[in-house]
Every structure is written in C-alpha cells, then in structure tokens.
C-alpha cells in the first residue's frame, strides 16, 4: 500500500449530522481548492482537508481520476465514491447544500457564471501577464458580474439567495492581493457580494483559522 505524506485539516464549525462523510485532496495552497473549501465552510458542513506534500503527487496521481486534484471523495452508505473537476465537485456540493437555484434557468446561470469564473482563473492566476494585459482581463470580468449583479437586484448574481458561483466570485478576489481594494472599489456590488460571504459564521470561522499559504 502506497503511503504519502498529507497535512489533514478538519473544519469543526456548526458541524450537522449527515450520512455522508467528505475528504477533500488538494495541495497546500488555495488555488483550484479554496472555493470548494469555502462552499463547505459557508454550508457549515465538516469536512477532511487532505493537503498533500508536492513530494509525494507523482505516486498518488495514479489514482485520481483524471491524473490532477482537487478530488473529493464521498463515503456514504458504505460506499465511496471520488469525484474529480472543481466545478463538478461544486456542484456537486452545491445541490447537497443548496447553493444551486431553485429551477432549470436559476442552475444553468450559475453553472454559466462558475465556469466563466474558471476561464477568468486559468486566465490569470499564475500567468505570466503585463499588467496592461492583466488589468483588462479583471476590468472586463468585474464589469460584467457588477451588471449581473444590479441587474438581478437582490445582492446575488442569480435569484434571492447565495449560490455557488457568488462563493467562487469572492474567493476568487483573494487573488488579487493588495490590489484587491483598488479594484473592488470600482464594483461596489461585487465588493459588497464578496463583504456578505466572507461575513458569514462558517467562512469567517474558515478565513481565521485556515493554514496559512503564499497562494
């Protein structure tokens, strides 16, 4: 049996009984793995977070899915099941927690808005941009979520309530860094969208005590 060496990191807030038992694997970092991290943590829902040593990914790959994390593995009714994708882990997550719509129009918006939210991270997140270039990638992303945003007219890109993608928006602004204020200045629904998730019992709680990483 192969053994790696992984730093589990438990989420312990507002924890509610369930059939089902979740272990996320993903790498040390936030990258493709933290807005699934804070799509358990605003459902207040435990969960195994499995943070492997890079050292130790080329044995493991093998036995993903797709040969790439994250992965999330799903024991229920003696049974265990591992997903692989980040958008299909969060939609996943979504439908059990109800971060998903209410109706085949809501969820397919928001399957829209998450994936144009993936294209802006393999865009942008460890690209070797100008800043003129990465500028304009950022302007024209939060310009059209501010407009989804005003137009919806309830503080969320689709319907009433929070949804995934809203969850993957504001974690996605921690990529910014320290010019995340300068350019949430210029969208103030997108920044008051982001203060509303990260104000939230569970992603508060995750935000002060997650393991600290340069990314």
Not at 104 to 113: H, K, P, S, T, W
Not at 192 to 215: C, H, M, S
Request: net charge negative; aromatic share 14%.
């Amino acid at each position: 049996m192969l053994k790696f060496t992984a730093i589990a990191f438990i989420l312990i807030v507002g924890y509610s009984c369930s059939e089902a038992d979740y272990k996320l694997t993903y790498f040390d970092i936030r990258g493709r793995g933290e807005f699934i991290r804070f799509i358990f943590a605003a459902a207040n829902h435990k969960f195994e977070d499995n943070r492997i040593n890079p050292a130790d990914w080329p044995n493991l790959k093998a036995s993903t899915p797709f040969q790439q994390l994250p992965t999330l593995e799903i024991h229920e009714d003696s049974e265990t099941v591992i997903l692989a994708q980040s958008k299909a882990i969060a939609r996943f997550l979504a439908d059990r927690f109800g971060f998903n719509g209410e109706n085949e129009i809501e969820r397919a918006l928001i399957d829209m808005y998450g994936c144009q939210l993936g294209d802006l991270f393999d865009s942008t997140v460890g690209k070797n941009l100008t800043n003129q270039q990465f500028d304009t990638i950022l302007n024209q992303n939060f310009k059209f979520f501010e407009d989804r945003l005003n137009k919806n007219g309830s503080g969320f890109l689709v319907g009433g309530k929070i949804s995934w993608a809203d969850i993957f928006l504001s974690q996605m602004t921690e990529f910014l860094d320290k010019y995340k204020n300068m350019y949430l200045d210029k969208y103030p629904q997108v920044k008051a969208l982001d203060e509303y998730v990260r104000d939230l019992p569970g992603v508060k709680e995750w935000i002060q005590n997650r393991p600290t990483t340069p990314f």
